[in-house]
């Protein structure tokens, strides 16, 4: 099972950028999750979306702001990153579980197979 993200770097606050996820088709995966660990801070979830119907969840922490979205026929999964603040620098990790979106199971241990990481720096 491979799970890769792209699409980190530096941007200014205020700033968009946008992190894409693909995962390979071999694993009967459902949510694909996005989340950051900043230095000296646990990994926290953002966002995650089904692949089965579709539905998507946000952290308060980052809803209004960030979108998420899918492209089923290429495995990918966008996680679209509006006015960056600098608390949002971290490196983002994208994930799948077997399980559904659900913002209860947002957690690291509901999913089973990461990607390696995107460093986001938000500075001026």
């Known amino acids: 099972v491979q799970v890769a993200e792209s699409g980190g770097g530096l941007v200014q606050p205020g700033g968009s950028l946008t992190l894409s996820c693909t995962a390979s088709?071999?694993?009967?995966?459902?949510?694909i999750g996005w989340f950051r660990q900043a230095p000296g801070k646990e990994r926290e979830g953002l966002s995650c979306?089904?692949?089965?119907?579709?539905?998507?969840g946000f952290v308060d922490s980052v809803k209004g702001r960030f979108t998420i979205s899918r492209d089923s026929a290429k495995n990918t999964v966008d996680l679209q990153m509006n006015n960056l603040e600098r608390d949002d620098t971290a490196v983002y990790y994208c994930a799948i579980s077997i399980f559904p979106c659900n913002l209860e199971r947002l957690y690291p241990g509901w999913y089973d197979h990461w990607g390696q990481g995107t460093q986001v720096t938000v500075s001026s």
């Open positions: 088709a071999s694993f009967n995966y459902d949510a």
């Open positions: 979306i089904s692949s089965s119907n579709g539905a998507t």
